[in-house]
Structures are given as structure tokens and as C-alpha cells.
């Protein structure tokens, strides 16, 4: 069946240093959002993509969608402590149902 | 507005016994969701509501678990006999419509089965 692999699971970096979380899919997507989880928290929807190619900005975050649609990443440029938490990706699927990946937890050492 | 809610926010029950998990969502939303969190871990899907039907049930882990929705709107997730791994924390989420739309998440409940 379909499937969606999230990596790395975790990343603990130095505040200031800058983080990356893939998505890959062994199908073509139509789109994928992407949500942030606050340790704590309840996930909080960030962005979706939908063309392919795509590239948005949100501040430091920047996030790609792949030219075969396959793929997706999140980069944050310089984490800062408020970066902390885990990021999922969730493409839509076959069923037309998002799919959560197993999420990236990221650790920011100041 | 109001957000998606969700009741109780913590519930400790003894294991053998029946729990029930409440979620509102927002106001106008016909899409409804169920998912079980493990600590330090990812989403896993339970089921989805489109108005009252259930049109994917497929990750209800046992026939003890089962949900229902009303009026389009309140949902509950009954867990029969509960068991010690079924301790997590249950999220719910709503959205506009199925499949695309952004997914509002509730707050939690947080289950402990002793």
C-alpha cells in the first residue's frame, strides 16, 4: 500500500544551526500539508503544497514540494528554541485521506 | 470561534472498564477525525466522519473500539474493556470537508488505563 517516510525521526541541534525534515512517497501526490506538534501541544497545521516544484516561505521555515510530487521537505534556517517540537508531514492518499508521517521531533540546545 | 474540544482532558480508569471520549468540533466542519497518540510517538488514524457516516473505520485497532457521531456535529469514541496499552492520548480534529482541508486538532484526552 501506499506509504510515507518521515526523516530523520529526531534532530537535536544548537540553536542557530540549521534543520531539514524529509517526506518521501513511493507514489505521486497531489498535495501535502505539514503540521507542528509543541511538546504538550495538539498539531497545528503550518502549510499545504500542492504544485509541483512548489517552494513557500514562512519566515525561517521554508518548505518543497518535489518536481515528481513524491517528495516534500521542511528546512528552518537558524532554529531558534520556539523551533522545538515535531514536525509532520501529511500527504493526501489514495482514499483521499491525509496521512500523517511518523514526524520529525526536533531538540533545540541553546 | 471556538476550537475543537475535547472531554475530559484526563481520564484514569481501571483496566476491564468501559471509557467514554467526547469531541466537539468546529462549528460547520463535516469532517471529523480520530486519532491515538503513544508518547513520543506519531498519529495513528482511527476512523473519520463525512457528516454522520463513517466512511473509513479501517484503523480501529479492535472491535472494542467503536465511535459514533451525531447531528453532525458531537462525536464519541467508546472504548470497551479497556486494556493497559490502550493508554494514550486520543486527539480529535475537524475540518471543513474530507480529504484536502486543514485538520483543527482539540486538545487531547489523555487515557490511563492502571
Known amino acids: 500500500g501506499q506509504q510515507v517516510m518521515q526523516i530523520p525521526q529526531y534532530q537535536h541541534v544548537q540553536e542557530g544551526e540549521d534543520f531539514t525534515t524529509y517526506c518521501n512517497s513511493s507514489?505521486?501526490?497531489?498535495?501535502i500539508q505539514w503540521y507542528k506538534q509543541r511538546p504538550g501541544g495538539h498539531p497545528v497545521f503550518l502549510i499545504q503544497l500542492v504544485k509541483s516544484g512548489e517552494v513557500k516561505k514562512q519566515k525561517r521555515l521554508t518548505f518543497q514540494f518535489g518536481e515528481a510530487k513524491k517528495n516534500s521537505s521542511l528546512h528552518i534556517t537558524a532554529t531558534q528554541t520556539t523551533d522545538v517540537g515535531t514536525y509532520f508531514c501529511a500527504p493526501l492518499l489514495r482514499g483521499n485521506k491525509l496521512v500523517f508521517g511518523a514526524g520529525t521531533i526536533l531538540r533545540v540546545k541553546s | 470561534g471556538a476550537g475543537v474540544s475535547q472531554s475530559p482532558s484526563n481520564k484514569v480508569t481501571e483496566k476491564g472498564k468501559d471509557v467514554e471520549l467526547r469531541c466537539d468540533p468546529i462549528s460547520g466542519h463535516t469532517a471529523l477525525y480520530w486519532y491515538r497518540q503513544s508518547l513520543g510517538q506519531g498519529l495513528e488514524f482511527l476512523i473519520y466522519?463525512?457528516?454522520?457516516?463513517?466512511?473509513?473505520k479501517s484503523g480501529l485497532p479492535s472491535d472494542r473500539f467503536s465511535a459514533e457521531r451525531t447531528g453532525g456535529s458531537v462525536s464519541t469514541l467508546t472504548i470497551q474493556r479497556t486494556q493497559q496499552e490502550d493508554s494514550a492520548v486520543y486527539l480529535c480534529?475537524?475540518?471543513?470537508?474530507?480529504?484536502?482541508?486543514?485538520?483543527?486538532f482539540g486538545p487531547g484526552t489523555r487515557l490511563l488505563v492502571l
Open positions: 480534529a475537524s475540518s471543513l470537508d474530507a480529504g484536502w482541508e486543514t485538520q483543527y
Open positions: 507514489t505521486t501526490l497531489s498535495n
Open positions: 466522519f463525512q457528516g454522520n457516516s463513517a466512511p473509513d
